[in-house]
């Protein structure tokens, strides 16, 4: 069974940067994608950023292109999320997925993190 821990998460004001950081164990992390999500109060979870499991390729949701980038290191089993010129609206819990494919979908991921927190100050 894979585990996700997620770390990196706080408070900060807008316009600084944040590396959000997912460890995984249990299962052979090179083979499977992976996902960030995150979840404001009061809102369904939507997808932030994914990679594919060589890390050649990646997808950002439009509220985050140009300033999130997503990453993974396969020797130690991690995936990063550098995020830059915070704002306010960023403001979530930000979880790790891991999955079979580079996909949108939360469905399509079968492995979770127990979420970080990301709280972006105006």
């Known amino acids: 069974q894979v585990q996700l821990v997620e770390s990196g998460g706080g408070l900060v004001q807008a316009g600084a940067s944040l590396r959000l950081s997912c460890a995984a164990s249990g299962r052979t992390f090179s083979s499977y994608a992976m996902g960030w999500f995150r979840q404001a109060p009061g809102k369904e979870r939507e997808f932030v950023a994914g990679i594919n499991w060589s890390g050649s390729d990646t997808y950002y949701a439009d509220s985050v292109k140009g300033r999130f980038t997503i990453s993974r290191d396969n020797a130690k089993n991690t995936v990063y999320l550098q995020m830059n010129s915070l704002k306010p609206e960023d403001t979530a819990v930000y979880y790790c997925?891991?999955?079979?494919?580079?996909?949108?979908?939360?469905?399509?991921?079968?492995?979770w993190g127990q979420g970080t927190q990301v709280t972006v100050s105006s």
């Open positions: 997925a891991t999955g079979r494919q580079l996909v949108v979908a939360a469905t399509a991921y079968d492995g």
